[in-house]
């Protein structure tokens, strides 16, 4: 009797401690759980490499339809727009939308049913964006509506289940018109990517050119190995990213194209800028014209600028002018004497 009381107690304790060390190994070992709120806390919609791939763009909003292209290997103006109008895009508007689509943070996830489709605006959206690949795969973005209470919209992303409440984005899809989408600035420069940077006076195959930098090793060297400065560097071409056009002629008639074709030819000024891809754009710069077929000067001074790269002309005040008449004297570093 008392055998059969202490084999039982065995088996009771050698139990115990098997539940327990299952217990604790279980408690060691085990995946934590994401709460709901973790997980769309850490949701990230697209990743920059994503974005990479992106070979054609297509947002539609209430004021139209715009297409833009990648242009490959091109760091100075990457994007151009193909629809309705054929010119340079405002690539920082893209670039500020890829941006967005990658820190973007989703508050809360939706059912994709119809009421919420409805009551979201999905059904009617607010714009549309399309991206589409290097290998024709494409994304379908519908943005709905937009909640100025907590500066929120809701959005559905095709291939993916639900509709997501997200922080709106920083670059207004909805509103923006063909002013925010073309290239306003003339002459668009990344300082990163600029390895070299020369003005001729005058037809580029006449002689040397004016003023000539190159970029080693992080620091700005004139033609005869001068060390510039940066900070000049900097400000000087900040000022010429900055020119802008009183006038922008995508849609040229013939007698334009005859005048400007002309002006192009006969340049008083060639603005050369190559990139660290060895890609270099031309920028023509006219002589001074107080006349030009079909658009109205009222007789003040102005000259144009045609650009290698693209059928666009921009038609610039003259008091701009004096930023190509610059020698590498003025940027030089100054050395500090002991």
Not at 160 to 188: C, K, M, W, Y
Not at 282 to 300: A, M, P, Q
């Amino acid at each position: 009797m008392q055998k059969r009381k202490f084999a039982s107690n065995l088996i009771l304790f050698l139990f115990f401690v098997l539940v327990s060390l299952a217990a604790l190994f279980s408690d060691i070992f085990q995946n934590p759980i994401k709460t709901g709120l973790e997980v769309i806390q850490q949701a990230k919609l697209f990743t920059s490499t994503d974005l990479a791939k992106m070979h054609r763009i297509s947002l539609k909003n209430k004021s139209g339809e715009y297409i833009f292209e990648r242009i490959q290997n091109n760091q100075i103006s990457p994007w151009h727009m193909v629809s309705p109008r054929d010119i340079s895009a405002n690539s920082l508007f893209i670039e500020k939308l890829f941006n967005a689509l990658t820190t973007i943070k989703v508050k809360k996830i939706f059912p994709d049913e119809k009421i919420n489709a409805s009551n979201f605006s999905i059904d009617k959206p607010t714009s549309t964006l399309n991206l589409i690949d290097e290998n024709g795969k494409e994304i379908v973005i519908v943005l709905g509506l937009m909640n100025t209470i907590d500066n929120s919209t809701y959005l559905k992303i095709s291939g993916r289940s639900g509709i997501f409440h997200v922080e709106a984005p920083n670059v207004s899809l909805e509103n923006a018109t063909i002013l925010d989408l073309i290239e306003s600035q003339i002459i668009s420069i990344n300082l990163d990517t600029i390895v070299a940077f020369k003005i001729y006076r005058g037809n580029k195959k006449a002689g040397t050119p004016q003023l000539e930098i190159k970029k080693n090793g992080g620091d700005w060297y004139d033609r005869e190995g001068n060390l510039l400065s940066r900070e000049k560097i900097d400000d000087y071409l900040q000022d010429l990213s900055s020119l802008k056009s009183s006038f922008i002629i995508d849609k040229q008639t013939d007698s334009q194209k005859r005048q400007i074709n002309n002006l192009a030819k006969n340049a008083e000024y060639i603005v050369s800028i190559e990139d660290n891809k060895a890609n270099t754009i031309d920028y023509n710069i006219s002589g001074i014209t107080r006349d030009l077929s079909d658009i109205d000067l009222k007789n003040e001074e102005y000259f144009i600028v045609t650009i290698s790269n693209n059928s666009t002309s921009y038609v610039v005040k003259k008091e701009f002018y004096e930023l190509f008449n610059r020698k590498s004297d003025i940027l030089k570093a100054v050395v500090k004497k002991d």
